[in-house]
């Protein structure tokens, strides 16, 4: 079944309105170096957030914009309350799961004392650098899922993303866009950087990571992956209808109710390669260079396959 997440048409519906009377300056600001969008995040609520407690059994799915996060939050989230209905139906409280706006670092001041009060499985987003976290998820030891994709496709899936939100800066051509990634002038900063951040935690026995393209190949053996990682009990079947309920065409068919009218922005393609459609050679060249200097031989990045899906 679809879940509706009202927080989340709610905050991002007010987004949509409050960028489109920004210019594109105004739509962005910088917090501890790293670029966020103006619309969804503020200064006040980073400091805010370096206050919440992570739980050991929080589950959490962290990856950069545009890797897949809406759609394996889905994954996530179904495997967590088939989970709980299965095994223990009296601690599940769906619409507390679904309260609050599925991203940690979007939303309102009070969000995390409201949070304190939420029964666990708490199911978190972020798209956070593993250093931008509160230092709780990493003391605690709160599990993580750090989802992946090629840097390309991110690369051209998010352009297509800045010119249909107008929360964010949009761009006529793809290589002004292109450039401001690489520079990290973009929301949520360089990709690059991202990835090698969180290759630094790659080896912490809380961390796990999975990527877009695996989960595409094959969405229930993932799913399977990713329900042995977070410890949930769940058999051969269940794991096959989350698999089928996750499929990118069911839940671009359910967008609408479960992501109000953002729903069409968030679900464009959902394909592997359509960077082939953008990219120069001047394109393909920076890539494959910031990729060999700052990824290659890491466990990120051979996780990521580069020479599989990013070369042209």
């Not at 990856?63 to 889905?74: D, I, L």
């Not at 976290?133 to 800045?162: C, E, T």
């Not at 949520?188 to 990835?195: A, E, K, M, R």
Request: include cysteine; glycine fraction near 4%; charged fraction near 30%.
């Amino acid at each position: 079944m679809p879940y509706i997440r009202k927080k989340f048409i709610e905050i991002l519906e007010k987004a949509i309105e409050d960028g489109k009377k920004m210019t594109r300056e105004e739509k962005l600001f910088t917090y501890d170096g790293v670029v966020y969008p103006t619309t969804l995040c503020s200064s006040q609520l980073f400091k805010a957030l370096e206050s919440f407690e992570a739980r050991s059994d929080d589950v959490i799915l962290a990856a950069y914009c545009k890797t897949g996060t809406n759609w394996v939050g889905q994954i996530v989230t179904d495997l967590v309350i088939t989970s709980a209905k299965k095994h223990e139906p009296h601690k599940l409280n769906e619409e507390l799961l679904l309260a609050e706006f599925p991203f940690l670092e979007i939303g309102d001041l009070e969000k995390y004392k409201r949070m304190k009060t939420y029964p666990s499985r708490r199911v978190i987003f972020t798209h956070l650098r593993a250093d931008k976290l509160p230092k709780s998820v990493f003391k605690n030891k709160a599990k993580i899922l750090l989802l992946v994709r090629n840097p390309k496709d991110v690369a051209a899936s998010f352009f297509h993303f800045s010119n249909t939100f107008a929360a964010y800066p949009p761009y006529e051509t793809f290589g002004p866009f292109f450039e401001a990634l690489m520079k990290g002038e973009v929301p949520w900063g360089s990709y690059i950087d991202f990835l090698c951040v969180w290759n630094k935690y790659i080896d912490e026995e809380n961390v796990m990571l999975i990527t877009y393209e695996e989960l595409k190949e094959n969405t229930a053996l993932g799913a399977k992956k990713i329900a042995k990682f977070f410890e949930l009990n769940l058999s051969e079947e269940d794991i096959q209808g989350v698999a089928e309920r996750s499929t990118f065409k069911t839940m671009k068919d359910h967008s609408k109710k479960t992501h109000g009218e953002f729903g069409d922005v968030l679900f464009r393609k959902g394909t592997v390669s359509d960077w082939k459609t953008l990219f120069s050679q001047e394109n393909n060249q920076e890539m494959d260079m910031a990729f060999k200097e700052r990824l290659a031989g890491t466990k990120v990045g051979e996780m990521i396959k580069y020479d599989i899906y990013c070369k042209a």
